[in-house]
């Protein structure tokens, strides 16, 4: 795969350029969306769920940001990746290059919309009264890097499906919404039953949310068992989509 890229790179690049200026196309900020609309969101979420769950909850806003910065990112990723294929399949319907390059460009794409969001929650860690930057954060290396290889395999699962089933679109949206109810983005699940509490491990984006949180706000470091499974789901989804692609991509040009 690797030496396919370095094959491909000049095209790569292109896709992701292509990408990041078609997202902001005829917008006045452009890039600047790439803050704002996550700041908007962080705002009404804040103003409106504090009332209701932030009075107990420490730190609140940067409660909610982190739960908001790791669910967006998965958000953008893999529904930018469902469609990777369908929408460019005027190119390799003509051009025999490998398929899962559509793929990665889009999830490099949300991944530049990440790291500047990321950037804009250190300078609200910065400025939040009792919180400060240590070294521990740089073990928020780990739970980008698991989420992002989790994001390419949702993707890749996704955009099969996609190929054959185009109502994939439409329950994935409900999916989602859900997944983000299911996330504790802005309540604490500490209200519920311990056993409760286990059911929300489930969710690996819930995994990654908590992974942030504990370094950030909390001051600890995760146990090994929540690395394993932060490393768990990563590979497994990743697992997954490398054999749906394996195993459907000769049949993938007579769907389109």
């Known amino acids: 795969m690797i030496q396919k890229l370095i ?6 690049e292109e896709l992701v350029k292509r990408d990041f200026k078609k997202k902001y ?4 900020l452009g890039m600047l969306w790439s803050i704002i609309s ?4 962080l705002a009404v979420i804040a103003a409106v ?17 982190c739960g908001n910065l790791i669910f967006s990112y998965f958000n953008d990723a893999t529904t930018g990746g469902m469609r990777s294929l369908m929408s460019n399949a005027s190119i390799f319907t003509k051009v025999d290059v490998p398929k899962y390059m559509f793929l990665l460009s ?13 950037v804009v929650f250190f300078v609200f860690v910065a400025f939040e009264p009792g919180l400060s930057f240590r070294w ?8 980008i890097a698991c989420i992002s290889v989790l994001n390419i395999g949702v993707g890749m699962v996704l955009s099969a499906l996609y190929v054959f089933f185009r109502d994939v679109e439409y329950l994935y949206s409900v999916f989602t919404m859900l997944l983000m109810y299911l996330s504790a983005i802005f309540y604490n699940i500490s209200a519920y039953p311990q056993n409760i509490q286990y059911l929300f491990y489930a969710n690996p984006v819930y995994v990654y949310i908590r992974y942030f949180r504990k370094i950030v706000i909390e001051n600890s470091i995760p146990e090994l068992s929540f690395h394993l499974l932060c490393a768990f789901y990563a590979l497994v989804m990743l697992s997954i989509g490398c054999w749906m692609y394996k195993k459907y991509n000769h049949k993938f040009l007579y769907y389109l």
């Open 7 to 12: 094959r491909y790179r000049f095209l790569f």
């Open 25 to 28: 196309k005829r917008t006045v």
């Open 38 to 41: 996550p700041l908007l969101t």
């Open 49 to 65: 769920f504090s009332q209701f769950f932030g009075r107990t909850t420490a730190h609140y806003v940067i409660y909610v940001f």
């Open 106 to 118: 889009r999830n490099v794409q949300a991944f530049i919309n990440f790291l500047l969001t990321l």
């Open 136 to 143: 521990s954060f740089l073990l928020l290396i780990y739970p």
